[in-house]
């Protein structure tokens, strides 16, 4: 069961006016200038990380009509949490240990039938084609990226403590099945946290962190009012950006906390002085030191690190054993797979222009 948080009542969500959208110009009026030709239905109602006691009417006073990236007014929600948690039957929130580890073993026997099947007929004395030999292993990344994604989402589960009614059950399973999949189980999970706890916060939120215009139209070297004319007919640049964004998204974020906050000197215990996204820079999901963490988890995040060694451990003894080439095949591209549907999946559910984000 995921977690979620409401908005507390001094947030406020960020204002999108209909200057913030238009062109400067001598002659003609502000309009808004949308991502679809006409407004569309926005479910921008429906987002739990929406949700709080803001009077609706004393907000428009104070800071105009709210619009949505497409260009539509937008309302916040009066409902709240609790009444959400109210609608749900009882049972959607029971825990089974059993039915949880029955699609682990589910999950375990496809990733062992496939890579039997591969490894033991997918070779030259059965398919002496070379090319059918090539398709059929790039079947096999596939299909193995869909079975590690499975195991990977088991995980995210144990981390929410939705698995069973076990802590020690839930983080020892999910510590098992993230670090063989080369996540840092318990890094990844408190800061996963704090992402439910600020969702669409612009100053807190942990990872999704859209660019404002000012920041992006200083990082390109334009004036804010060029963005909307460069940004229409971008499809290499969009195209080089999907490319890049799935194959090492999900590692970026681990190392370098990429589309993460960078306000890391608010960080309470002082970890964060100095400190910035990027390389090096001591702000990742390994160090102990990170100012993504406070000094109580530090023995987790070492306990992570440990997990993460003892499979490269094991994916050493496979190269040295039996080569590069094959633990590319059998083990590096299906993790990329897994890194692809992960990454995929997290982006449609937090980029939407119609979800809101707060100051």
Same mark, same amino acid.
């Given at each position: 069961? @995921? ?14 006016? @209909? ?9 003609? *009026? ?71 580890? =029955? ?27 070379? *090319? ?7 079947? =096999?990344?596939? +299909? ?10 088991? @995980? ?23 670090? @063989? ?44 009012? !060029? ?5 229409? !007919? ?12 799935? +194959?090492?998204?999900?590692?970026? =974020? ?64 496979? =190269? ?32 939407? *222009?119609? +979800?809101?984000?707060?100051?």
């Amino acid at each position: 069961m @995921a977690s979620t948080t409401a908005l507390p009542a001094q947030r406020l969500p960020v204002q999108r006016s @209909a200057t913030d959208y238009s062109v400067a110009s001598s002659s003609a *009026p502000s309009q808004v200038v949308s991502p679809a030709d006409s407004p569309r239905n926005s479910p921008s109602t429906t987002s739990l990380s929406s949700m709080g006691s803001v009077d609706e009417e004393g907000l428009k006073n104070q800071r105009g009509t709210l619009i949505d990236t497409y260009g539509n007014e937008f309302k916040i929600p009066d409902y709240t949490i609790k009444q959400i948690r109210d609608a749900i039957p009882a049972h959607c929130f029971e825990r089974s240990a059993a039915t949880g580890y =029955y699609y682990i073993l589910r999950d375990i026997a496809c990733i062992a039938t496939t890579f039997t099947l591969a490894y033991n007929f997918v070779t030259p004395e059965y398919i002496p084609s070379t *090319p059918v030999r090539a398709g059929l292993w790039a079947l =096999y990344t596939v +299909l193995q990226g869909l079975f590690g994604t499975g195991l990977w989402v088991i @995980a995210h589960e144990c981390g929410h403590q939705a698995f069973s009614d076990s802590k020690t059950i839930n983080d020892t399973t999910g510590w098992i099945l993230h670090s @063989a999949l080369l996540v840092p189980y318990f890094s990844w999970k408190i800061s996963h946290g704090k992402h439910h706890k600020a969702t669409g916060n612009m100053e807190r939120d942990m990872v999704f962190l859209p660019k404002t215009r000012e920041v992006y139209a200083s990082r390109v070297g334009h004036a804010i009012h !060029e963005i909307s004319e460069l940004m229409e !007919e971008t499809p290499i640049a969009t195209a080089t950006h999907m490319v890049l964004q799935q +194959l090492f998204g999900w590692p970026l =974020y681990l190392i370098t906390n990429v589309t993460g906050h960078n306000n890391h000197h608010k960080q309470t215990e002082g970890k964060g002085e100095g400190k910035r996204n990027g390389w090096f820079s001591g702000v990742n999901h390994f160090m102990p030191s990170s100012p993504l963490y406070e000094r109580k988890d530090e023995k987790l995040i070492l306990l992570s690190d440990v997990g993460l060694a003892l499979t490269c451990t094991a994916l050493y003894f496979i =190269y040295q054993n039996f080569g590069f080439q094959n633990l590319l095949v059998w083990y590096l591209i299906p993790y990329l797979w897994v890194n692809h549907w992960l990454v995929a999946i997290t982006y449609l559910q937090h980029t939407d *222009p119609s +979800l809101p984000h707060y100051d």
